[in-house]
Structures are given as C-alpha cells and as structure tokens.
C-alpha cells in the first residue's frame, strides 16, 4: 500500500528491487560496513538487473525507466545497503545525466552503452579540499595545449573514484590572471587509465562505510579534447543542474534508510518486553513510531511529486533542495529515534540501527549540506515572490 499513486510498472520495478536487495544485500551489509569492503559482486548482480542503466535511454542500452520508479528502486536499495544506494545514486543521476544532456553524440554512444551495462561505474568530481559548498571557487586547472587539455589539481570526495571507469570532472579553463568566477568552469570526460590521474587517499569514514570515497590528484593529466562535455565555461551550471536529479536520488536514499531503521524498531518493539509487556504497548514507544512513519511518509510524498514534476518539464530546483532536506534531516532524526526505541541495544553492533544512524548523517552533508539547502530554497522562495509581487506559487 502507497499513498502515492503508483503504476504497475512502477510496482513491478519496486518489487524487483525490494526482492533482490532483500535476499542479496542485506544478509551481508553489516559485515561490508565493518570489514570497509567494496564487494564488486554487487556491481555484477546490480548489472544483470539493469540498475546502472535505470534513467539511459533504451537507445544507449538503457533501460529508459522515468524518474520515479529510479527512486523507488533506490529507497529499495537503501533499506538494505545504504553504501550500495549512493553508488547507484551518483552514477545515475550525475555522470550518466551529464553525458546525455549535455555531451555530444559522439560522446553518448561512445560511454552510455557501456555504463548502462554497469561495465563503467560513473563518478562525479566537483568537491576539492578547499572548495565544498562553496563549488565556484574550485582551482584545479585545465590549460590547452594542442589538442589535449592538461589538468593540474586535487578532487576531494569522490564516491567509488576508485572503481569508477567515467568520471565527469569539473576543473577551471578561465586562466588565473583572468578569473571569471563561475564562467570559468567546465566539464571534463575522465577515465583512469590517462596519464598523471592518480587515486590517492581512500577516507575512513563514519558511515556508508562499504563506499570507498576517495581523492583523486590530476597531475599533468593530459585529457583529449574531445572529452570536453559542452561547452567551455558551462561546467558549473552543467555540474549544480545535474545535482538537483542527484538530490532527489540522495532524498530517496535518507528514506530507504529511515525506513530500514523504522522497520527494525517496529520488529523491536514487539518482541522486546520490560515491565511484562511488549515495549510497542507503551505509549512512549508508539508515539515514537508514529512521528517516524508520519516524517517517513511526508518525505516520500515530497520526493516523488518533486520528480513527478521534473518529469512534466517544470523547474524544480527549489524542490529538489526541499526534498533533499526533509528527507535528510528525517533519516537523522527517525535513526536516531530507532537507537532511542533498542537502548543499550541500539547502541551495538548486534542491531542494524546503530549502522543506520551512521549512515543516515552524511545525507546531511553531500551532494550539498542541509545549509545549502537551505540557502538554494530561499533563494528561490525570495526571487519567486519578487516575480509574483510577493504571493508564492504554493
Ligand atoms: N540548475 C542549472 N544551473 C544552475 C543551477 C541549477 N540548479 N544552480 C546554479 N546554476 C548555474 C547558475 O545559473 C550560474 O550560471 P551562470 O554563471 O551561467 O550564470 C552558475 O550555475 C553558478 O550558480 P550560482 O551563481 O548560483 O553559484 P554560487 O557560487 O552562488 O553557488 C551554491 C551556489 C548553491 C552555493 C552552489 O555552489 C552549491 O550548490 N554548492 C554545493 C555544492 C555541492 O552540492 N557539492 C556536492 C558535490 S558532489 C558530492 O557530494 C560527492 C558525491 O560523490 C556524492
């Protein structure tokens, strides 16, 4: 049962995602969390699916599904593994997007077909060490020089940049005595066999801990012209565009995660007793269940009519951040409720719900912290009531 109104393909690919994830990731997702293991077997399973192919068109070998059931089956991953969601999530929305919006024919029959197929894991290199949210201020170079270009820099948290096989990397070709801000950016093809790309520090991180997020130094990376996507001073907006798909795929991430850890306290709550009596008799407890399912389902509605309208043409930017900070900040707040509803058992590696609290804080964080969010919304909300003499749209 779904408040939103689903179509029977929908349904179907919903099903299949939730049957797989259910039998082949989660009996081993604690154990990747704890050993750190990227588990390439995954990738094989994910691939004869069709999930690296989810939003490329059939023309490319894709499987053409449209935004919504993409974000079904990725809340249906990241109930199961939350490190597997974001590998899907980034190489869905962000690299493979980029190339077939806006690379050239070329380009799109040269990549697509091989990252349908899952043969090429994409990755998304925007972030450096100095420049996060603030993404205008990147520095890593790109100088012309016949008919390469040559970068020079460091990329910073670049998820699975040690698996990928395409990685869409932004760099500036403005040079620096004639900076030109956010016009001086542009997009580049990347693949790790070029010479001076190099994978350095592997992170060790808090959560997502089975998603190896690397940083990448281009050192005299010579890079064939024609890997430029665009063109040249497009790349930020090419990059910021691209990230309001990838919101929505993080939102339905944070949901799969909340919703892993609202189902373990459920589970929970009836079998454990205290006082004689199951805890999920105690008001205190279903109470809690009940703001976690309410926020849950409040998140979901907000994601997929957020996608149902990029799927109609409309500009959903505001949106997209609305939802990737509901959902967000409700996988914090639901797993941290879930450790509350096990005590000292939540605590524990016994239980999945610690892992999902862990998992669930870095929604928070990329692909643009809850702040950013927050100023992308208002932005919008202020430049939208200025064109509607002060009324909003909604
Ligand atoms: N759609 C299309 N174009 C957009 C856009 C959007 N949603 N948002 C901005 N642009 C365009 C603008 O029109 C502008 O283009 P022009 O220069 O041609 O006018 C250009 O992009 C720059 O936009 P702004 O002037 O708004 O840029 P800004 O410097 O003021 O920054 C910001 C705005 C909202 C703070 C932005 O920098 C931002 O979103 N920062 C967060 C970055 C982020 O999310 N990083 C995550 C990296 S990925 C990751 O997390 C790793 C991973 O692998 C998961």
Redesign the pocket.
């Known amino acids: 049962m779904s408040l939103i109104a689903l179509s029977e393909t929908q349904q179907e690919i919903q099903r299949l995602a939730r049957d797989y994830a259910q039998r082949e990731l989660v009996p081993l997702a604690a154990e990747r969390d704890r050993e750190s293991r990227f588990d390439r077997s995954m990738v094989t399973q994910m691939a004869e699916l069709g999930f690296f192919g989810m939003l490329i068109p059939e023309a490319y070998d894709g499987l053409g599904l449209d935004a919504q059931s993409y974000l079904l089956a990725l809340e249906e991953i990241a109930v199961a593994d939350a490190s597997a969601a974001?590998l899907l999530s980034?190489h869905n929305s962000l690299p493979t997007q980029m190339i077939l919006n806006f690379g050239t024919e070329a380009q799109r029959a040269q990549y697509l077909p091989g990252m349908a197929r899952g043969d090429w894991l994409g990755?998304?290199a925007?972030?450096e060490p100095e420049a996060?949210?603030?993404?205008?201020s990147l520095r890593t170079q790109a100088v012309r020089d016949g008919d390469h270009w040559v970068l020079h820099g460091t990329k910073a948290?670049?998820?699975h940049g040690s698996e990928a096989g395409v990685l869409l990397c932004m760099a500036r070709t403005d040079l620096p005595d004639a900076r030109r801000?956010?016009?001086g950016i542009s997009t580049f093809i990347l693949t790790p066999d070029l010479p001076g790309f190099h994978l350095t520090k592997k992170e060790n991180k808090l959560g997502l801990r089975a998603s190896p997020t690397l940083q990448i130094v281009l050192d005299t990376c010579r890079v064939p012209a024609d890997r430029l996507v665009g063109e040249e001073g497009?790349g930020?907006?090419y990059a910021?565009?691209s990230?309001?798909h990838?919101r929505l795929g993080i939102a339905a991430q944070a949901i799969g995660i909340a919703r892993a850890a609202l189902e373990a306290s459920v589970r929970y709550a009836t079998e454990r007793k205290q006082f004689g009596t199951p805890i999920a008799d105690f008001q205190a407890i279903q109470f809690k269940l009940a703001d976690m399912a309410t926020r849950i389902t409040a998140a979901r509605t907000l994601v997929h009519a957020a996608a149902a309208a990029k799927e109609r043409g409309e500009k959903v930017?505001r949106y997209c951040s609305m939802a990737k900070l509901f959902a967000t900040e409700t996988a914090m707040w639901v797993t941290t409720q879930a450790v509350q509803v096990f005590g000292g058992y939540g605590y524990v590696t016994d239980y999945p719900v610690e892992r999902h609290l862990r998992d669930a804080k870095v929604t928070e964080i990329?692909?643009?912290t809850s702040e950013?969010q927050r100023?992308?919304i208002a932005r919008e909300t202020l430049a939208a009531a200025a064109a509607l003499d002060g009324s909003l749209p909604d």
């Not at 996060?132 to 205008?136: I, K, L, W, Y």
């Open positions: 974001v980034v990755a998304f925007l972030s996060g949210s603030d993404a205008a948290w670049v998820s801000g956010s016009k497009k930020l907006g910021l565009g990230l309001d990838g930017t990329y692909e643009g950013i100023i992308v």
